[in-house]
């Protein structure tokens, strides 16, 4: 371990530190933070992080994980109640958290001894292990009998990751210091900046100023930061962007207008000027890493004649001034739009452009980060859609299930209902083998690109800039979201 400090560009003010606490979600500074069970590698592989091995009992229901060695920062040993503790936090129907959706075939759990965990399921489900990569193991002793949805560990967070915190300087600056019983091993760099800049094109500046060390950018700044010196990486990604239907918005529940919205956008363009190429045409609502990802299933390409029949036949006609009007009422479609970030501010713009093709008339509203939280959490009755991100390198049964099963913890910003795709995602949630899941994931994709509730738009690759002096990040590796890059920064070394 060394002395030396390493500034990151944030992309967003934290909203919290406990990830698990409602509202909070992860952030660069909680995912350096915080450790999990397990967690998605630089390869994009479900890879153990507190876990030291486990076994399957023989029918598939059983999971028995021995814990590694671990502490918390305030030095006291990390045990399998801390997992236990967590995991019934989870499931307190007083907290109401959305991560309890994601772990329903768990049917119950007991820490066996101080390294050892035990879960019992439901049903066979292959997707466990992935569903654990997405929860924080919280410490018990700070937590037990303390008001869990207040701010204690916002006010002080400890975890067991590689790196604690030493000062809160501001809600937007956070000064972590390395970890050095690491359960991975000591980091190499003894303390980390992490500066939150929402900005995409600010962050850019600072970068280039040499203010910052190290952050995510967008294709719109390659070639300037290029000049200046820095290192660029371009990444693999698990994301896609797309456009969730509110079916709380009557014209938005006919399918005919989910799909003319879907033919009429012109995903090739939106890649091009948005992403200035660093990315692809998305038709399907999952990413092209998932190993369920079948690119016959979708429809490719730009059609407006059949948007405009479609249209049409949902008793959609040309008004005077060319915007379609049905029954009185003017077919006016309202767009979410995070201001401070390239890709949506970008292709907003191009969105608007494509429907006003078909008759459709977009009212773009640019908020910041805070109001767009708030409208992808829920709509209501006012906006139509957000252009939104979301990352896919979990298990299908997570990425899937997430949104479109009824009860998905992403699913309230659309209201999406169907019966038919809620059991073919139970039913694939409980098959043993890949052999037997892949169809099910199928026959819901095939409804999805049917019935259109999330249009997929982009798949994005991320791209980072940093200084030549630092050393672990390699072109191609892979990240599921750009704010977990800091769980592995406790490899890097300048």
Not at 297 to 305: E, I, N, V, W
Request: glycine fraction near 8%; include cysteine.
């Amino acid at each position: 371990m060394t002395n030396s400090t390493l500034i990151y560009g944030g992309g967003l003010k934290p909203r919290g530190m406990n990830p698990l606490q409602k509202g909070n979600d992860w952030n660069e500074v909680s995912c350096a933070i915080f450790s999990q069970l397990f967690q998605i590698d630089d390869r994009g592989d479900v890879s153990p992080d507190l876990v030291e091995r486990y076994d399957i009992s023989p029918d598939g229901l059983t999971y028995t994980f021995q814990l590694r060695s671990a502490q918390w920062h305030d030095g006291t040993r990390l045990t399998a109640a801390d997992v236990q503790f967590t995991i019934e936090r989870i499931f307190d129907p007083a907290l109401g958290l959305a991560m309890a959706a994601n772990l329903t075939m768990l049917a119950d759990s007991h820490a066996a001894d101080e390294r050892t965990w035990v879960a019992r399921l439901h049903t066979v489900a292959p997707s466990f292990v992935s569903a654990l990569t997405d929860a924080p193991i919280l410490p018990k002793h700070i937590l037990h009998g303390a008001d869990f949805a207040g701010d204690v560990l916002d006010r002080s967070p400890v975890g067991s990751g590689a790196y604690k915190l030493a000062r809160r300087v501001s809600e937007f600056e956070y000064e972590l210091e390395a970890h050095a019983a690491h359960h991975l091993g000591a980091p190499r760099i003894g303390r980390l900046k992490v500066v939150a800049v929402p900005d995409d094109d600010e962050r850019a500046k600072r970068l280039a100023r040499g203010d910052l060390d190290i952050g995510q950018i967008k294709a719109q700044h390659i070639e300037r930061l290029k000049a200046q010196g820095l290192a660029v990486y371009r990444v693999r990604a698990g994301a896609w962007r797309g456009m969730p239907q509110n079916f709380r918005r009557p014209r938005l529940q006919d399918k005919r207008v989910r799909q003319a919205i879907a033919f009429a956008i012109d995903r090739d363009e939106i890649v091009t000027k948005a992403l200035l190429g660093i990315g692809s045409p998305a038709y399907l609502p999952i990413s092209p890493s998932a190993w369920v990802y079948d690119e016959s299933l979708a429809t490719k390409g730009r059609d407006l004649p059949r948007a405009r029949r479609l249209l049409a036949d949902a008793g959609y006609a040309p008004g005077p001034d060319g915007v379609l009007v049905k029954n009185g009422e003017r077919f006016v479609y309202r767009i979410g739009i995070w201001k401070d970030e390239v890709f949506r501010r970008t292709s907003g713009p191009l969105v608007q452009k494509q429907l006003a093709e078909v008759g459709i008339a977009v009212e773009l509203d640019f908020v910041d980060n805070a109001a767009y939280i708030k409208i992808g959490e829920d709509p209501g009755s006012t906006y139509d859609t957000i252009i939104g991100g979301w990352s896919g390198l979990l298990d299908p049964d997570m990425s899937l299930s997430k949104k479109f099963h009824s009860v998905g913890s992403q699913n309230p910003i659309m209201r999406y209902a169907n019966p038919d795709v809620d059991r073919l995602l139970e039913q694939a949630r409980a098959a043993r083998t890949t052999a037997e899941r892949a169809p099910l994931y199928r026959d819901v994709l095939k409804i999805l690109v049917d019935e259109q509730p999330w249009i997929p738009v982009a798949y994005p690759d991320y791209v980072f800039a940093a200084r030549p002096a630092l050393k672990g990040l390699r072109e191609g590796m892979t990240v599921d979201a750009w704010y977990h890059l800091t769980h592995s920064a406790w490899q890097w070394q300048i």
